[in-house]
T-cell receptor, first 110, second 114 residues
Framework: QKEVEQNSGPLSVPEGAIASLNCTYSDRVSQSFFWYRQYSGKSPELIMSIYSNGDKEDGRFTAQLNKASQYVSLLIRDSQPSDSATYLCAVNIDNNDMRFGAGTRLTVKP | KAGVTQTPRYLIKTRGQQVTLSCSPISGHRSVSWYQQTPGQGLQFLFEYFSETQRNKGNFPGRFSGRQFSNSRSEMNVSTLELGDSALYLC?????????????FGPGTRLLVL
């Protein structure tokens, strides 16, 4: 079993819709979780970090964490074509050893 | 605040050579982590340095090594290059005090081994 699993997609949504990205992880003691966005040919950029169970909202983005079920999700409301990218789920195992999922490629169609 | 910088941005080497990549973290950050990204394996953790000490290491062969200087700048070295080492090498910096903070990535160094 991979440490961090994501649906690789591609995920396609129309402009203005909600995009839902999911991630599960295997390490029960993990305490910090991140979503990064990566455009083709660029480095990952941080979208959201979440440390506690529940929801965390930042603008159009909402991260949800459920440690009991070992999953973390990212919702993107009012999706825009500029949101088209690969979204990487990351789990910090220990001392900045971050394990990444394979990424979900999102396409937002105008 | 200036972001993470990496040099060089692009490199072409031949098999058997060695290469050194450099990373300057965000000012005030003391932790630098290195990652390898390939289409087949995705993003994989190489190692992390904090206050000039390697604090954590991923599952890579000994040909991959690194170090950190007193100003927190870090270098990564790959010896005896193999074709499979062709990848985007990313470094990420964080304050480092808890080992679990947000990491911020540099632009990466794209290495091509011929």
């Amino acid at each position: 079993q991979k440490e961090v699993e994501q649906n690789s997609g591609p995920l396609s949504v129309p402009e203005g819709a909600i995009a839902s990205l999911n991630c599960t992880y295997s390490d029960r003691v993990s305490q910090s979780f991140f979503w990064y966005r990566q455009y083709s040919g660029k480095s990952p950029e941080l979208i959201m970090s979440i440390y506690s169970n529940g929801d965390k909202e930042d603008g159009r983005f909402t991260a949800q964490l459920n440690k009991a079920s070992q999953y973390v999700s990212l919702l993107i409301r009012d999706s825009q074509p500029s949101d088209s990218a690969t979204y990487l789920c990351a789990v910090n195992i220990d001392n900045n050893d971050m394990r990444f999922g394979a990424g979900t490629r999102l396409t937002v169609k105008p | 605040k200036a972001g993470v910088t990496q040099t060089p941005r692009y490199l072409i080497k031949t098999r058997g050579q060695q290469v050194t990549l450099s990373c300057s973290p965000i000012s005030g950050h003391r932790s630098v982590s290195w990652y390898q990204q390939t289409p087949g394996q995705g993003l994989q953790f190489l190692f992390e340095y904090f206050s000039e000490t390697q604090r954590n290491k991923g599952n890579f062969p000994g040909r991959f090594s690194g170090r950190q200087f007193s100003n927190s700048r870090s270098e990564m070295n790959v010896s005896t290059l193999e074709l499979g080492d062709s990848a985007l090498y990313l470094c990420a910096s964080s304050p480092g005090t808890s080992g679990k903070e947000t990491q911020y990535f540099g632009p990466g160094t794209r290495l091509l081994v011929l």
